[in-house]
Structure formats: C-alpha cells, structure tokens
C-alpha cells in the first residue's frame, strides 16, 4: 500500500543551523499512529514543522499520498489534509472557544464550518459548555483539546501533534491521550511527540527514537517501549 507520509532524507535547520535535521527518513501509513521521542534538542519539534511546511529543508523529499509537499507554503500543505498542533501558542486566549474553532476552519467554506463546530462540541461537551469563554480562562487540558480540537476542523488525514500533554496533570494528559486515541481509531493517522514516552507508545502502533537530527530505531511501539536499551537511553527507566 501507498504510504501517507513518506520523508525521505530530510536534512534542514534554521538559519546556520541548517543541519539540525540530518538526513530523516520515516514513512506513516493511511490511518496509522507514530509516536516520535527522543532527547530535549533532538529535533522532534523541527521535524513536525518541515512536514507542515513552516520550516523550508535544505534536502530530501516530503510526499503525502505521493504527492510531494516539499516546496509547498504552509496553507498548501494543510489544504491537501496536514494539521498542525504546535508545542506552544497553540490557541488564541482572547477568542472564545467557539471562535478559536472557526480559525481552525478558516480555509472551509462557512457551512462546512457550522457543521464541524457542532460535531467538536459533541465529541468534546466540555469545549460546548464553555463555547463564550475566553480561550485563555480554560485549564492547560482543556486548552489542549482546544487546539487539538481546532486542527480538527479540517478533518485532516494526518494530524501533527507536539508534545500535548506536556504540562498537564496526570488526570489531564490521561483524558488527552483517550481522546488521541479516538481520534486516530476513527481513522486519521496521527504523528505525535512526546515527552510523556511510554504512554506515546502505548497508544501508537510505531514508534520512531529521534537522536541528534537523526532516526535512532523505528519499530512497533509496544516493542520498542519493552526495549531495555530504548528504556535505559531515552526513557528513563530501569
Ligand atoms: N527557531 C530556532 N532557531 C534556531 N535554532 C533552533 C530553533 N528552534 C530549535 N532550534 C534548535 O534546533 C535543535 C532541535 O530543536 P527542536 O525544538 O526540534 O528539539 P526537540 O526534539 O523538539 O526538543 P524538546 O524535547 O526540547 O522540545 C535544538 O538544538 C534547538 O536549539
Ligand atoms: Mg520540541
């Protein structure tokens, strides 16, 4: 089968800094999830936004559903199915809830949009009861299902996520990572950073390790979280 998502020998950076990406190869199937961990300063975050197109690659080639990305402005990738969530600054706190869902569909036409609002709410009455809030008044985990919850409004075929749990209060991250997961068993194939390892593997089919700007191991996430020298190098355990 096609792959969705195919990178191939990504090598780009910032500035000078242009090899922060060294060479990246990773493929993701239609409906599949990866998780993607590694190191503070791997190169996670970079790699997200080379595949959304916000950070231009000095090589290689980015392809969804055989149709190459790279090159493509940010709007022209997210228009051919790719969402983004960022790490940080990923609503807008002076919107309310129901506004910051129709910035998530901004390229939609306006019917689409009433439509895709409606059905966030019922998939999320949490967002529904606070619909006139102030973007900024919700908690850390509602303010994730927010952006998540906003990247959504396109009905993407590949959601990017960064490190959403990061910060959130076990009970938080634990509702956030449910949720994920419906999503994804839904259908749309995700590829999610995170710090919080184990739990990103355990809701993920793959796995991807990230050192240094390059794929250390790829493989089926279960296996890779039982893995004793993933384990002792990159998780933290024992
Ligand atoms: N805007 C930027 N300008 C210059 N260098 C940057 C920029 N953003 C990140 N870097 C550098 O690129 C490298 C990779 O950063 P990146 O944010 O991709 O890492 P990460 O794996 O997401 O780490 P973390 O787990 O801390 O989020 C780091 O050395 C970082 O300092
Ligand atoms: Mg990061």
């Given at each position: ?5 195919e ?8 500035g000078a800094a242009?090899e922060?990406l060294?060479g990246?190869?990773?493929a993701l ?5 990866a998780a ?6 791997a190169g996670?975050s970079?790699l997200l936004k080379?595949i959304?197109g916000i950070?231009?690659t ?5 392809r969804?559903a ?5 090159g493509?402005?940010?709007r022209g990738?997210?228009a051919?199915?790719v969402?983004f ?5 990923n609503?807008f ?6 506004e910051?869902?129709e910035?998530g569909g ?11 609002v409606?059905a ?6 949490m967002?529904a ?10 908690s850390?985990?509602?303010r ?6 906003m990247?959504?409004m396109?009905e993407?075929?590949?959601l990017?996520?960064?490190?959403p749990s990061a910060?959130?209060?076990p ?6 990572f449910?949720?994920i997961?419906?999503i994804h068993a839904?259908?749309?194939a995700?590829?999610m950073?995170?710090?919080n ?10 796995g991807i390790?990230?050192v240094?700007?390059r794929?250390?191991?790829?493989g ?6 039982a893995?004793?020298?993933v384990?002792?190098l990159f998780l933290?355990?024992?």
């Amino acid at each position: 089968m096609t792959a969705l998502l195919e990178v191939e020998g990504v090598v780009g950076g910032y500035g000078a800094a242009d090899e922060i990406l060294k060479g990246i190869s990773v493929a993701l199937a239609p409906r599949r999830m990866a998780a993607i961990v590694g190191p503070n300063g791997a190169g996670k975050s970079t790699l997200l936004k080379a595949i959304a197109g916000i950070l231009k690659t000095k090589s290689g080639q980015i392809r969804l559903a055989g149709e190459t990305l790279t090159g493509l402005p940010p709007r022209g990738i997210a228009a051919r199915g790719v969402a983004f969530v960022p790490q940080e600054a990923n609503i807008f706190g002076s919107l309310t809830v129901r506004e910051n869902l129709e910035m998530g569909g901004y390229l939609e036409p306006a019917s689409k949009v009433r439509t895709r609002v409606e059905a966030l709410f019922a998939r999320f009455p949490m967002l529904a009861e606070k619909r006139r809030r102030a973007a900024r008044t919700l908690s850390g985990g509602q303010r994730q299902i927010l952006a998540m919850a906003m990247a959504l409004m396109v009905e993407p075929k590949l959601l990017l996520l960064d490190e959403p749990s990061a910060g959130l209060s076990p009970k938080a991250a634990e509702f956030l990572f449910d949720s994920i997961a419906a999503i994804h068993a839904e259908g749309t194939a995700i590829l999610m950073v995170e710090q919080n390892a184990l739990e990103a593997l355990a809701i993920a089919e793959e796995g991807i390790v990230l050192v240094d700007g390059r794929v250390a191991r790829t493989g089926e996430a279960k296996a890779l979280a039982a893995d004793p020298e993933v384990r002792r190098l990159f998780l933290g355990g024992h």
